[in-house]
């Protein structure tokens, strides 16, 4: 495995980008959740 | 279709076959030709992976789903970024460091060989049957819109493909997949703009929405703990997650997509992009779907979509019957219109637009019966409303240009398809049990035979599939018959120190386990990932404690 691989460009680690992920999923379903029954 | 559409859509079929051969020029073995010489960056790949799963009818589907049934279909996606997750911690790093072809090459060097070329074949069968419905499913539907023949639509659209696999293996793929997924969005936003833009001047966004709210298009959540009710919550969640988890993780289609990554780093970050734009890509289709919907409150929606198929009924039916059946569609059209304009005013007036809605449905569901009545088939034209909505509103090239996106997402599944299941065929067992020496030029050249036999079966399935009838169905769900299976046996290799035998068994035992939920019916389709794969893996550990012994060498 390269140094390359040890890094992601983002966030600085791998696990900080796995939370970015969940925590961005957790976002989107928030958002399509309220978007469904927003009152318009 | 206009001259300009033609001239659009010829532009991008020759210009996508010519790209393709001129991408993939200068293929010297199996390493280029397969994985192309693992160079490629993280965005081309993520592209790719998008573009592969993007087939034309989950394009033209869903969107008529969201016409018909709202947007409770975008739970399929919610599981796939914690299986992105799971997948980059996981397999991804296995699969990459033990520089392997194919995902079952790694089930070798894990387990057996016969593990390996089991898993590999159980692959085969799956994708190599499904990928003649890939061909023919849009066929149906772009041959209506271009006035062209079931067939002759498959020949287009399946040899176009072939060359460009055939001659550039998977640089090709993976660089058309990038264009064709670039096309891809361009048509997204292009419809989801028209479909804002061409709504009633004095219907406004909000509106609009208002309306397809009030009618239930609008609904995604439903979070029913029946384990046979299609799209709930947690059927996406967690069937989701084991459908993606085995999809993007054993699937040799997508898994070669990332194995031509120049790095880890590459790989991982290519499947990190799609869980972190495939959610929000879904919704913007699904809400373009819920937005022709309530385009056609206030343009007369025909009484059929399949135009041909209206066009029979009109000439087999008897006289009176249609008539009847066209004046109560229009009148309850009107109705529906009205509500629809007073509910734009006035959101009280939400129970009696549901009224009209369900005047229109009902008098709708009188026309699909007595089509099927007429031709003696079951009917259903979901696929056929996204596709006469841009014929009928398009101008000027750009319906041309969104059948060519159609296309695209036809082609760009089909390449993947192609190009995996001759790496499959190639690394799995010729080389493996055939001809496991031979020189690069020779490689190459049964590489592409192999390919071009896999594009000709392709097409003879497609060709073929009418004749097969209702056998498509079951052709068409067989995937998900065994991908669970697959996905448990890589959980027992990366996961456990379970020995070989038990692992073969224990695919064995999962098989039967979801054959019998497939013909039990006793839980939705999503459920057999999560069955399949789990049984593999309780049958695998339970076995490995049976036959006693010490355990096998460790995973890493």
Known sequence: ?40 | MATADWVVLGVYLVGIVAFGMWTGRGSRGMDEFFLAGRTMKWWAIGLSVMATQISAITFVGTTGQAYTDGMRFLVVYFGLPTAMVILCATLVPFFYRARVFTAYEYLEKRFDARTRSLTSLLFLFGRGLSVGVTLYAPSLVLGVILGWSENLTILVMGLSTIVYVVYGGNRSVIWTDVVQMALIWFGIFLCLGLALASLPEHVSVRDALAVAQTAGRLRVMDTSPSLQKPYTLWSGLIGGLFLALAYFGTDQSQVQRYLAGKSLTQSRLSLLFNAFVKVPMQFMILLTGALVFVFYHFHEPPLLWNAPALAELAQKAPPGELAVLRADFARAYEQRREAAERLALDRTQAEPYRAAQREVDAVRARVVALEERVSGRPYNDTNYIFPTYILSTLRGGLAGLVIAVIFAAAMSTLSGELNSLATATMVDFYKRYFRPVASDAEELLTSRALTAVWGGFAIVVALRARQLGSAIETVNRFGSYVYGPILGVFALAVLTRVRALPAFVGILCGEAVVAALAVSGIVHFLWFNVFGALSVVLCGLLIDRLIGSPPAVSPS
């Open chain 1, 1 to 40: 495995m390269d140094q390359e691989d040890d890094r992601p460009p983002l966030l600085g680690s791998w696990p900080r980008l796995y939370a970015a992920v969940v925590i961005w999923l957790a976002v989107v379903m928030a958002g399509i959740a309220l978007f469904s029954r927003w009152p318009f």
